[in-house]
């Protein structure tokens, strides 16, 4: 999992309040990301995932994984207040 695999390593810091991420594809293969700390340090900020079952918002505590590949539709609910810390490793 943490090995050659991946082209790229990103830490991301978040606290665009009053904005979210709408659904999307990624242009790289694969993501793998880490969430750095708990859904419950911050209001909003929720990774979503949406596909043929539906819409699935997973819950997500710190050092919590999920990885997806770029056919997978997915976004990020608005972000309220906090701050929303995470590592992601790309596979381009």
Do not use: W
């Not at 978040?14 to 694969?30: P, S, V």
């Not at 995932?49 to 819950?59: D, E, L, M, Q």
């Amino acid at each position: 999992m943490f090995n050659s695999d991946y082209d790229e390593i990103v830490i991301r810091r978040c606290q665009a309040y009053g904005k979210l991420i709408k659904f999307h594809t990624d242009f790289n293969q694969k993501t793998l990301q880490v969430c750095l700390n708990d859904d419950s340090d911050y209001v909003g900020g929720r990774l979503v995932f949406a596909n043929s079952s539906g819409i699935h918002t997973p819950v997500r505590k710190a050092g919590t994984v999920t990885i997806h590949d770029n056919k997978i539709a997915h976004g990020v609910s608005l972000l309220e207040s906090g701050t929303r810390y995470g590592l992601f490793l790309l596979k381009n």
